[in-house]
Nanobody, 122 residues
């Protein structure tokens, strides 16, 4: 059974940093891509970043380019999202998701985590 579990969400001041983690289980022999999405109150869920299985192909939303970095450790079965220079518009629930296709498209994602809350506020 494929499962994802996010962690690392917290309250942080504007300009601060956070690192989110997504622990994957049940993905043995599955060469899946992984994505981070976020959803702010009253807004649609939006893709933040996507990384393919090997880690050699990555895409970012324009709003986070240069500030966020996605990475993955295939030995630890964990995907990370390093978030720097955070601003209040980055607040929301961050979800990890995975599917067989790259780029990561909402309809092709097969498994989602439960989400972790990021709040950027002074």
């Amino acid at each position: 059974q494929l499962q994802l579990a996010e962690s690392g969400g917290d309250l942080v001041q504007p300009g601060g940093s956070l690192r989110l983690s997504c622990a994957a289980s049940g993905f043995t022999e599955k060469r899946y891509a992984f994505a981070w999405f976020r959803q702010a109150p009253g807004k649609e869920r939006e893709e933040v970043s996507c990384i393919n299985y090997s880690g050699g192909r990555i895409e970012y939303a324009d709003s986070v380019k240069g500030r966020f970095t996605i990475s993955k450790d295939n030995v630890k079965n964990t995907v990370y999202l390093q978030m720097n220079s955070l601003n209040p518009e980055d607040s929301g629930v961050y979800y990890c998701a995975s599917g067989p296709l790259y780029p990561c498209r909402f309809g092709a994602l097969e498994v989602w985590g439960q989400g972790t809350l990021v709040t950027v506020s002074s």
